[in-house]
């Protein structure tokens, strides 16, 4: 087989490659038919007001971040047994699981591969410590809800930290690839915690979600979100809240196909 390579170094795909290609991402491509609502991307770009990375590397930085992110989205959804989507049953419920998490690790690697085109060396190097945080933070949120564990707030703020590095590493690109070296530690964490802790609120009362996630997501699925947390350590003696997420979880079969 031929190998044709970009001027950059980077192997490119011959055509009957990018043909089979194309039926490899249908679940990526299913995913993304439905634009979601951008909000990490609206906040890269607000940090670029004070990174001023040139328009070049942002559109490049920004197509790293775009097929990052969906690559986890795709496993976030197979982890958590989702049925809807932005509207629209996901990914895994129609090209099965196998195929689903064929394509997010597929584009998860090619994603780090693209950080090449960066041409600094500690790009992937960052990515990868990011991602790594990120599946840590995931691992806690599955082991608690899988073993019926209830953390504490402080742990559960830990966690969102630790799973908002799928979104920060787009800001630290940014920054490798701007002049300005500003910390933004405390902004980062601040902002992780105000948009995890709002969609955890909104998805139990925001009439958008139930459309386009289906009503109160995250009691169906067994997961214990900030607000519900809050509400079994406000009352440890009430069990109610607890049994009706064990209920959800030990009754609902969610099918891995439609």
Same mark, same amino acid.
């Given at each position: 087989m031929d190998e044709h390579v970009k001027g950059n170094g980077v192997p490119c795909l011959t055509l009957g490659e990018r043909e089979h290609e194309e039926k490899l991402l249908q679940p990526f491509a299913h995913l993304t038919q439905e634009p979601g609502m951008q909000i990490l991307t609206r906040v890269s770009s607000a940090y670029n007001y004070w990174l001023k990375v040139p328009a070049d590397k942002l559109i490049a930085l920004k197509? #790293?971040?775009?097929?990052?992110?969906?690559?986890?989205?795709? /496993?976030?959804?197979? +982890?958590d047994n989702t049925l809807l989507r932005r509207g629209i049953p996901v990914a895994?419920?129609?090209?099965?699981?196998?195929?689903?998490l064929n394509t997010a690790i597929y584009l998860l690697l090619k994603g780090l591969k693209r950080a090449q085109i960066l041409n600094n060396p500690d790009a992937i190097a960052l990515c990868i410590e990011h991602l790594l945080d990120m599946y840590y933070g995931q691992g806690l949120d599955i082991c608690w809800r899988d073993n019926n564990t209830c953390p504490s707030l402080e742990e559960y703020m830990q966690m #969102?930290?630790?799973?908002?590095?799928?979104?920060?590493?787009? /800001?630290?690109?940014? +920054?490798?690839?701007s002049d300005n070296k500003i910390d933004f530690t405390k902004l980062n964490s601040i902002l992780a915690m105000y948009i995890q802790i709002r969609d955890d609120y909104c998805n139990l009362c925001l009439q958008q979600y139930t459309d386009e996630r289906g009503y109160c997501e995250d009691i169906t699925e067994g997961k214990l979100s900030f607000p519900i947390i809050h509400a079994i350590r406000r009352h440890p003696d009430d069990q109610q809240v607890i049994r009706i997420l064990l209920f959800q979880i030990s009754s609902l079969a969610v099918p891995t196909r439609l």
């Open positions: 197509d #790293i971040g775009y097929i990052i992110h969906h690559s986890c989205v795709l /496993i976030d959804d197979i +982890q895994h419920s129609i090209y099965g699981v196998a195929s689903t #969102i930290q630790k799973k908002a590095a799928v979104w920060l590493f787009k /800001i630290g690109l940014l +920054q490798l690839l």
